[in-house]
C-alpha cells in the first residue's frame, strides 16, 4: 500500500514554509527597523519645529515690549 500524494509532499511543504518564514522575519524586521527610524526622525523634525517656534515667539515678544518702551 503506497502513502497518499499529499503525505509525500508534506515534507517539501515544511521545507518551503521554513524558508518563506525565514525570508519573513528578515523582512519584519526590515520593515521594523525603517519604521523606527522614520518614527525618530519624525520626533526629532517636530522637537526641533516645537523649539524654533518657542524661540521665534519669545523673541518676538522681547522686540515688541523693546518697542514699547522706546515710545
Do not use: N
Not at 515678544?61 to 523693546?66: G, M, S, V
Amino acid at each position: 500500500m503506497t502513502s497518499p500524494e499529499w503525505m509525500t509532499a508534506v515534507p517539501y511543504t515544511r521545507t518551503l514554509l521554513t524558508v518563506i518564514f525565514d525570508w519573513g522575519g528578515l523582512v519584519d524586521t526590515t520593515i521594523y527597523t525603517v519604521l523606527a527610524t522614520g518614527t525618530l526622525g519624525l520626533m526629532v523634525l517636530v522637537t526641533g519645529g516645537i523649539i524654533y517656534l518657542t524661540a521665534a515667539e519669545w523673541r518676538d515678544r522681547r522686540r515688541q515690549e523693546k518697542e514699547k518702551r522706546s515710545r
